[in-house]
Structures are given as structure tokens and as C-alpha cells.
């Protein structure tokens, strides 16, 4: 079966544009994480759905990024007037389970959206 | 925003050789997970540790987690070159019925033929 994917897989985009980044993930998987990369770093953590419900958005760094995930499957990143430091690689994951699920729940990552903000 | 040390954060080996990184944090996780990402792809779980002390085996790949639950270790053993790439550790712990992971910076490791 396929795994995540994303879309679009490169964006650049003039300080103060709107993007938005779409995750499809594993078909049937409950969990859907979303996070950022910045260059040279590791992964961190944004916001988590739990089928079309946005548990928790601790990490979202300001009012201006929104998720939403509204039938449970497809989700989409928004982030309004986007500013320079917004640039990183956006990473999707979904997992099967719903919350903490097993030890053994896996997240399956996509390739990330690398986002260039001029 | 938190991030786990991990060291080191580059390595430059000869193919062959074996490599040996590592993870602290200052807090506790439930679980220990190794990735490894390639260019322009997303992270791949090489292996996962559950209980502490716990001392796991992936091919070529060792990885433990460690007594205290506040640090692992990842060993690659006799190295090649499809072995390049950045190795993350994670920690893993569940918050409020939702598990969320904690990354280390990175270890890139590149190997001269």
C-alpha cells in the first residue's frame, strides 16, 4: 500500500503569502501528526488529530499556522502571511492507532514539504 | 523547542568501520525509537526500545535503552556505503492519551570508500 504523502513537495513563497500544505496519510491510520524541520535539526512537533478531532496543537508556533483535518482522512497546514523564519521542511505522520495506541504504534512519516519564504 | 542531545553530530568513517552514537535528555520517555532520514525524504524508524535497559538488534544496528530511561545509545557495525544519511533518536512519551515524540539534532554520518 502507499505510504504518507505530501503535496506540494516544494513551495516558495513572498513574505506575507498564504500557503497551505496537504497530508494524505496511510489509508485507515487514526492519528495524524504534523511537524517542522528546521535546516540542520531534528523534527518537532506542531499539532495531533485524532481521526477528524485536533487533540492537541501545543507546538504551533503562532495564531498564524491553523490544521484542520475535517473528514478524518486528509489533512491541511495553513500558515497566514507567512515570514522568513516560517522556512522549513513540514513533515506529515500518521500512525494506526488512536492516542497512545501501543508502545508498538508506529509513525509512518512522509517526504516533507520544503517551504522557502522569500 | 525541547530537543534531545545527541551526539555526534556529524561523522566522517571509513566504509567498514563501525559507528556508535548516542542520546541524553534531562527528563524520562516511555520509549526510545532510532530514524534514519536520507535527502528529501521524511524519517524512517530503524528501531524501537520499550523497557529500560533493554538492549535491541536490527541487522547490522544495536541500539539500548538505557537504565535510567534518560539516554540511548545506536551502533552500526561494519558500515557500507548505503549506511550515509542523518540518524535521529527520539524519545516517546504519551501526554494526555496522545503519544508525542521528542527529536534529537541529528548525527549525519558520511563514509569515505
Known amino acids: 500500500g502507499a505510504g504518507v504523502s505530501q503535496s506540494p513537495r516544494y513551495k516558495v513563497a513572498k513574505r506575507g503569502q498564504d500557503v497551505a500544505l496537504r497530508c494524505d496519510p496511510i489509508s485507515g491510520h487514526v492519528s495524524l501528526f504534523w511537524y517542522q524541520q528546521a535546516l540542520g535539526q531534528g523534527p518537532e512537533f506542531l499539532t495531533y488529530?485524532?481521526?477528524?478531532?485536533?487533540?492537541?496543537k501545543s507546538g504551533l508556533p503562532s495564531d498564524r499556522f491553523f490544521a484542520e483535518r475535517p473528514e478524518g482522512s486528509v489533512s491541511t497546514l495553513k500558515i497566514q502571511r507567512t515570514q522568513q523564519e516560517d522556512s522549513a521542511v513540514y513533515l506529515c505522520a500518521s500512525s494506526r492507532l488512536a492516542g497512545g495506541g501501543v508502545d508498538t504504534d508506529t509513525q509512518y512519516f512522509g517526504p516533507g514539504t520544503r517551504l522557502t519564504v522569500l | 523547542g525541547q530537543q534531545l542531545n545527541q551526539s555526534p553530530q556529524s561523522m566522517f568513517i571509513q566504509e567498514g568501520e563501525d559507528v556508535s552514537m548516542n542520546c541524553t535528555s534531562s527528563s524520562i520517555f516511555n520509549t526510545w525509537l532510532w530514524y534514519k532520514q536520507d535527502p528529501g525524504e521524511g524519517p524512517v524508524l530503524l528501531i524501537a526500545?520499550?523497557?529500560?535497559?533493554e538492549l535491541t538488534s536490527n541487522g547490522r544496528l544495536t541500539a539500548q535503552f538505557g537504565i535510567t530511561r534518560k539516554d540511548s545509545f545506536l551502533n552500526i557495525s561494519a558500515s557500507i556505503p548505503s549506511d550515509v544519511g542523518i540518524y535521529f533518536c527520539?524519545?516517546?512519551?504519551?501526554?494526555?492519551?496522545?503519544?508525542?515524540?521528542?527529536f534529537g539534532q541529528g548525527t549525519r554520518l558520511t563514509i569515505n570508500p
Open positions: 488529530f485524532q481521526n477528524e478531532a485536533q487533540l492537541d
Open positions: 527520539a524519545g516517546r512519551r504519551i501526554i494526555q492519551g496522545a503519544q508525542k515524540l521528542v
Open positions: 526500545l520499550y523497557k529500560a535497559g
